[in-house]
């Protein structure tokens, strides 16, 4: 009896052995396959939609990911003689945020409908035939990414001859292939998120689209780095001699025009040139540059100097300062301020204009919410000009100027504590930024004319030498090298080999395919805290995007099923299970199970 019982027991285990890993994955979706016809006579197409149903809180990677990183949806045919699969059709992903990522993923949810080409050879004979194919795919909820997967579908179809009738078959699914929603071009599931939603409006008219973008220029005022422009406004308009209403608000006009002409060419040359400013505030030194522009934008406002049009400009075009070439120049000016901040917002079009060459259409939109934007300082630029009409007007200039001048530090530091963050050396990117705002206020900022000739000179090589100083102090606190953790890259060792340092271990099993895992290496891993405590445990990184049978076996022992799969072990190489986590965590959560493991180690 027990001898039977044994030999049932050795079996199982050799059964389950045998088990592919992928068996045991959690089924997300179901997959059913439908063909546009149940005969389909020789010589002609046809086509297969798959409908997948997806289970929440699960999602899918569409097609088209966001990043390379991420495993794509595809659908697939096994090959069969006389039968051709055409183009496959699959449906937009929708770009949407978890708690792992900021930028976002495009995936699908709930249900989905591939579609499928297919041709039938003219000299194929009637017969009877199973087209099989296999939808790959990747499911992940907000916390944790399965495994790659496959599912398997089959669809019969019946070839008849060339002049049988046939009827249609599951109208209500092909349909939609036939509406408005059938992608005619590839080109239709290559556009991002934005360049969507800007030909969602395009298509809507174009008289809704100008309003809309008018709007839409209306909204960048709400953008921080664009609040540079009001006290810019206040000081050209405030300060120029009495005149009336009316040709002041020309002028006023002429400015803004000036904004939204500048604003128009520099969206579509970056649309065109496939360059998109927002991507330029990642970088370190174009930040440094921008808050020191805003920094002597805000000296200028507490009377260090003031903003005038380039008396080089006005001399060659012969206009005084409060002319209207002057206010076109200022607006031109102001717009080249303006339009590295509308990014957000415009990104989307200047790319559809690119991809869709709709310049004109695409030209005359920027222009209109250039104008939209600058309506706020059409009526600030009135505004401004009729402060000399007012009592004492000149001491409600200089206090307002000094408002702005607060606001314009704000907006500075607005765009500097972000970015310092992610510098190595936050003081020597600081004091680098100082003596670069230092130098260019104290060596060519001030314009005084009191000054002797040996005074400016020496005041010029003060000032280079300053600025050049703050740009070693950045340079240097750009290159310092940030602590990052030293990570065990596991191969093939046993457990024991892992504890030989008599220290508690830190498992992370991750894969290149998982969003969380990266999010953690970005977010979590990162944190000085994090890395000042991983220096007294044994971290282990343990790579299953392809594993290999010696990781395959260790993922087994850990009854890995989701990444990013997160294990504390002892000193003793016992797992505290109450500590495991399968999912995204931040790093106070991982501190705190730090802390727990340290206490139970010292304990013991």
């Keep these: 009896m027990f001898t039977a019982f044994r030999l049932h027991l050795t079996a199982l285990i050799l059964l389950l052995a045998c088990v592919p890993s992928g068996a045991f994955q959690q089924e997300v979706l179901t997959v059913k396959a439908y063909g546009s016809a149940d005969r389909v006579p020789a010589g002609t197409d046809f086509l297969i939609a798959l409908v997948v149903e997806i289970d929440p809180p699960w999602h899918i990677n569409s097609n088209k990911p966001l990043e390379d990183i991420y495993r794509a949806t595809r659908v697939s045919y096994k090959p069969l003689d006389m039968v051709s699969f055409g183009k496959v059709y699959y449906p937009e992903g929708e770009v949407k945020s978890f708690d792992f990522s900021e930028t976002g993923l495009s995936v699908y949810e709930k249900q989905i409908t591939v579609f499928t080409e297919v041709t039938i050879a003219n000299s194929m004979e009637p017969t009877s035939l199973l087209l099989e194919g296999v939808l790959d795919y990747q499911a992940c909820n907000d916390q944790i990414c399965l495994f790659p997967s496959q599912e398997h579908f089959s669809i019969p179809v019946e070839v008849v001859g060339p002049n049988e009738t046939i009827s249609l078959a599951h109208q209500e699914i092909f349909a939609k292939f036939f509406e408005k929603d059938k992608p005619a071009e590839d080109e239709a599931w290559q556009l991002t998120r934005q360049e969507r939603q800007a030909k969602e409006v395009l298509e809507k008219g174009f008289v809704y689209a100008i309003a809309a973008f008018f709007i839409f220029g209306l909204a960048l005022n709400l953008t921080p780095c664009v609040y540079p422009v009001?006290?810019?406004?206040?000081?050209?308009?405030?300060?120029?001699?009495?005149?009336?209403?009316?040709?002041?608000?020309?002028r006023a006009l002429v400015y803004v025009i000036g904004i939204a002409i500048v604003f128009s060419v520099l969206g579509l040359i970056s649309g065109l040139a496939g360059k998109q400013w927002g991507f330029l505030f990642q970088n370190p030194w174009f930040v440094m540059v921008v808050t020191v522009?805003?920094?002597?934008?805000?000296?200028?406002?507490?009377?260090?100097?003031?903003?005038?049009v380039p008396s080089a400009l006005m001399n060659k075009f012969g206009h005084s300062r409060e002319g209207v070439t002057g206010a076109l120049i200022m607006g031109l000016t102001v717009g080249v301020v303006i339009a590295p901040c509308a990014a957000g917002i415009i990104i989307g079009l200047v790319g559809l204009v690119a991809k869709l060459g709709i310049a004109v259409k695409g030209g005359i939109l920027f222009f209109i919410m250039g104008l939209g934007l600058g309506l706020p300082y059409l009526l600030l630029a009135s505004f401004s000009g009729l402060l000399n009409q007012l009592p004492q007007s000149g001491v409600w200039l200089v206090w307002v100027k000094k408002i702005f001048g607060v606001l314009l530090v704000g907006v500075a530091l607005y765009f500097f504590l972000p970015q310092a963050e992610h510098i190595p050396d936050m003081q020597g990117f600081f004091f680098g930024l100082l003596a670069i705002f230092g130098g260019l206020l104290l060596g060519f900022l001030d314009?005084?004319?009191?000054?002797?000739?040996?005074?400016?000179?020496?005041?010029?090589?003060?000032?280079?030498?300053?600025?050049?100083?703050?740009?070693?102090?950045?340079?240097?606190?750009?290159?310092?090298?940030?602590?990052?953790?030293e990570w065990h890259h596991y191969s093939n060792e046993d457990l024991q080999t892992l504890l030989v340092d008599g220290k508690p271990v830190f498992i992370d099993f991750y894969a290149d395919w998982c969003a969380p895992c990266h999010e953690m290496d970005r977010k979590t891993f990162t944190d000085d805290q994090v890395i000042?405590?991983?220096?007294?445990f044994k971290m282990v990184k343990v790579d299953c995007t392809t594993p290999d049978e010696p990781i395959r076996t260790f993922m087994e022992q850990f009854q890995v099923t989701g990444m990013p799969t997160l294990v504390f072990l002892d000193?003793?190489?016992?797992?505290?299970?109450?500590?495991?986590?399968?999912?995204?965590?931040?790093?106070?959560?991982?501190?705190?199970?730090?802390?727990?493991?340290?206490?139970?180690?010292?304990?013991?």
């Design 230 to 250: 009001i006290p810019i406004t206040v000081s050209y308009f405030g300060g120029q001699s009495g005149e009336q209403r009316e040709a002041g608000f020309f």
């Design 293 to 308: 522009i805003i920094l002597a934008m805000a000296a200028s406002m507490f009377g260090a100097f003031e903003i005038r």
């Design 447 to 485: 314009h005084s004319t009191e000054h002797t000739n040996i005074f400016k000179k020496v005041r010029w090589v003060s000032g280079a030498a300053i600025i050049l100083f703050g740009i070693y102090l950045t340079h240097g606190a750009i290159q310092v090298k940030a602590k990052d953790l």
């Design 532 to 536: 000042d405590n991983a220096s007294k």
């Design 571 to 604: 000193r003793r190489g016992n797992e505290l299970t109450h500590l495991r986590e399968v999912g995204y965590i931040g790093p106070d959560r991982i501190l705190d199970y730090m802390d727990q493991v340290l206490s139970l180690d010292a304990m013991n």
